[in-house]
């Protein structure tokens, strides 16, 4: 199964996410298939971009979402 989930990149305690589209079976950062954009946690607003058209097609194509990048997508007006 395919899933749209984060993946997690920064220094210790400096969290940066990328929104990716990957096998449910690796490991939370290990392959993926495609980068979908980038979740900023730490900037006031939280920064969020994503490519809502590349995340539709893989919506489309039958991914699932965690939890939090479903909240992401909409947020971000999916």
Same mark, same amino acid.
């Given at each position: 199964?395919?899933?749209?989930?984060?993946?997690?990149?920064?220094?210790?305690?400096?969290?940066?996410?990328?929104?990716?589209?990957?096998?449910?079976?690796? !490991?939370?950062?290990?392959?993926?298939?495609?980068?979908?954009? &980038?979740? $900023?946690?730490? *900037?006031?607003?939280?920064?969020?971009?994503?490519?809502?058209? !590349?995340?539709?097609?893989?919506?489309?194509?039958?991914?699932? &979402?965690? $939890?939090?990048? *479903?909240?992401?997508?909409?947020?971000?007006?999916?």
């Amino acid at each position: 199964m395919v899933k749209i989930r984060l993946r997690r990149l920064g220094a210790h305690k400096k969290p940066f996410y990328r929104v990716v589209v990957a096998d449910s079976r690796t !490991k939370r950062n290990g392959p993926f298939i495609e980068i979908l954009g &980038t979740y $900023d946690p730490l *900037k006031e607003p939280s920064e969020i971009k994503i490519n809502l058209e !590349k995340a539709r097609h893989w919506l489309q194509r039958g991914a699932q &979402t965690t $939890d939090v990048t *479903k909240k992401l997508l909409q947020r971000a007006g999916l």
